[in-house]
């Protein structure tokens, strides 16, 4: 099928950011277009089944692929089960809150791939296709997604402390994305992702209650929304929120028209106002949605590079939920 002129300007965008990072002779558009050319629609069509059933889920995958770029690279080492003998990322406290659908959805499309073409399609692939696609269910563009990765053989839990926990203010924030090769205009756009899904109220509760000696709430928080947000997440509870309560299931630039008005969930999104260079980014993506859609596109393809491995490193798992 030929691209239309937007995906073939983003095709270009993902071989320049792959170019820019030096994986570009081992990630390609296209990857399995030979050995398994079947392999997208097979994981897009198993995920339109599972949003069938639960319309937030894409959101988890989304979550589920960025979790796992950001420990060790994007190898798959998220879906790996603990054993008697180790604790596997799952079991890290940053994973808690990933939903077990999300998991099953990568099985039912690896026990598919296995049965299409066997030994073909890594785990690390499967979670970046299911990821694209959920944007793309949602709204966002359908962006193409260089494939070629490797599953990992390693999935620690302690390792999950690299992972930016929502309570990370600019610097830190920044100093996180830039040790991964990502820039401060990537941070900002890869934190649209929570224009989609929920959030547990365990992760901004410090917000809302005691949040210092002098304040009750955070000062940088909407009191209308603090007063909201206290109402769905009374002391002690751990509730479920929207992200961005103007349109959970829609992927826009509701997320950056909520901070600009103080409505930011998480300390991590708010914090995105504290400087000029971020705020303007922010009110720029608030006020051109497709301006947001393609840089997070572009963001998402560069993030998709981080750490993988290719050629003869790793392993093609065969279930994804135990290293071979």
Known sequence: MALGRGEMLLAIIAVLCLSAMGTEAYLKVGFYSYSCPKAEEIVKEELDKALQEDKGIGSDLLRMHFHDCFVRGCDGSLLVDSTKDNAAEKEGKPNETLEDEGFEIIDKVKERLEAECKGTVSCADILAFLARDSVAHYGGLRYPVPAGRRDGRISRSNDTIDLPPPTFKLGNLTKLFVSKGLSRDDMVALSGAHTIGIAHCSAFSDRLYNFSQTVKADPSLDPKYADQLRGECPTGSDNEVDMDPPSPLTFDSSYYKSLLV???????????????????????????????????????????????????????????????
């Open 262 to 324: 103080k409505r930011g969930l998480f300390t991590s999104d708010q914090t995105l106002m504290s400087k000029h260079g971020t705020a303007t980014l922010v009110k720029r993506f608030a006020k051109k949605p497709a301006l947001f859609k393609k840089k997070f596109a572009a963001a998402m393809v560069k993030m998709g590079s981080i750490g993988v491995l290719t050629g003869e490193q790793g392993e093609i798992r065969t279930n994804c939920r135990v290293v071979n």
